[in-house]
């Protein structure tokens, strides 16, 4: 089973790409490591306070990789430098 989820983000505080890449590089890795799940920027690569992000992950059940998408996204709501304004979970 394949549970997938966008989410946008803005940094209110990032003033640069580079600010911007540090950030997402931080949520990026903390991501991975915490919860072995496959992380990307989908979108908004040139704009410095918004970023997409995708996340994957696959499990033989819904029910746990639904609670690993949903404990990924509750670590990016712990990231003060970013607010989680959009996001799309779909079972795939």
Known sequence: ?????????IMYDGHSLKAKRTIIKKVLAKLQNNFNVAVTELDYHDLWQ?????IV???TDYVH????????????????????????????
């Open 50 to 54: 918004r970023t997409k992000i995708g």
């Open 57 to 59: 992950t696959i499990s």
């Open 65 to 92: 990789a639904e609670k690993v998408i949903h404990a990924a996204l509750g670590t990016i709501d712990g990231f003060t430098e970013l607010e989680r304004t959009i996001t799309n979970v779909e079972r795939l």
């Open 1 to 9: 089973m394949i549970v997938y989820a966008e989410v946008e983000c």
